[in-house]
């Protein structure tokens, strides 16, 4: 059982914002700022580690759309691309999905992505190197 594959079929009730073969756009119900979408694609595939590049590229260029939607019709300029896989990383529904959130001024969600935006972990340059030589040798 799967909430967004019931979506899809249209046996759970959606607020669909854009649609096409292969991928939905639609509302989160629990949404972290009003036009949070989810765009997911059609067919069900668990996380990054189960889904095919080609299906992934459509998934993104829905989200664009999402984004080009957003912009037009709320005047949203700035949005972050959320999209967790596994238990480890909190992912919540087991169907492959991005979330798009929409940002304002002065809209108090800087938790999102907060690490990045106070610089939380520094590595020492032997630290970053064994990190490259891991992932490239
Ligand atoms: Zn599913």
Redesign the pocket.
């Known amino acids: 059982m799967?909430?967004?594959?019931d979506i899809?079929s249209g046996k759970e009730k959606s607020y669909k914002i854009y649609e096409n073969e292969k991928t939905l756009g639609f509302c989160d119900i629990f949404p972290i700022s009003k036009g949070h979408i989810l765009v997911?694609p059609k067919k069900?595939y668990e996380d990054i580690y189960d889904i095919d590049e080609e299906t992934l590229m459509e998934v993104f260029k829905t989200v664009k759309k999402i984004t080009n939607i957003l912009k037009e019709k709320m005047e949203i300029k700035g949005v972050n691309l959320i999209n967790s896989n596994t238990k480890i990383a909190n992912q919540s529904v087991?169907?492959f999905h991005v979330h798009v959130i929409p940002r304002r001024e002065k809209d108090n969600l800087n938790f999102i992505g907060e690490w990045w935006v106070k610089k939380i972990m520094k590595l020492t340059d032997s630290e970053l190197n064994e990190v490259k030589n891991k992932l490239t040798g």
């Open positions: 799967c909430i967004f594959c899809v997911i069900h087991f169907h």
